[in-house]
């Protein structure tokens, strides 16, 4: 398997239509732990990874999968929405892990390589999360990978049936 890039355990490659078995076998198995931190619907039919992967046919949206080197498998998944070039080069990281992968360190890795390569080859200058205040987990894994916090956003978010308030985390190149 070549990744656009791979640390000592994980390794980000963009998703592809080859990944929709594995893929939504994830996301069914982690409905719960998803449902109540990520937006959108869940991405558990054949509909759902069709639209899903259509976001990613606009360039303002790259979608990648975390992946284990030693076994290839996903731990984990990453987007970077809403890509705006010219004056600003960001763009808005979207991330979950799933129950079997979550608690051991893959996403601060494999985050860590995406913002490298979001930083090198897409020509970045700022990526920036935005996290419900009582999702600690997330909070603790942006802040391990360097993000900074910038604000905080009042109903920034419609998620789990209501709007969500979110802290703004960010990182420039510097
Ligand atoms: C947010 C989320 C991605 C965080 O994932 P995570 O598994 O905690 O992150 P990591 O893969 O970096 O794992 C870090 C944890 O693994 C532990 N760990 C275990 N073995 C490890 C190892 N060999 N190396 C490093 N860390 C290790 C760390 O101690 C840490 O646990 P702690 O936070 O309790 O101290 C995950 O909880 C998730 O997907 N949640 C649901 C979706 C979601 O909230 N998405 C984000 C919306 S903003």
Redesign the pocket.
Known sequence: MTYLAQGTRVGIRRIGLDDRTEFLTLNRQSAD??AR??PGIPIVTDEAFEGYMARFDHPANEGFVLCRLDTGAIV?RANLNNIIRGTRQDGTL?????SS?????????GLRLLVGYAFGELGLHRVE????PS?T??L??IK?VGFRKEGYSPGFQFIDGAWRDHERWAVTVE
């Open positions: 732990l998803l931190w990520m984990g979207g991330y979950c892990a799933y992968t979550t608690g051991r360190g893959y996403m601060t890795e999360a935005n996290i419900q999702n987990p997330s603790n894994l391990r």
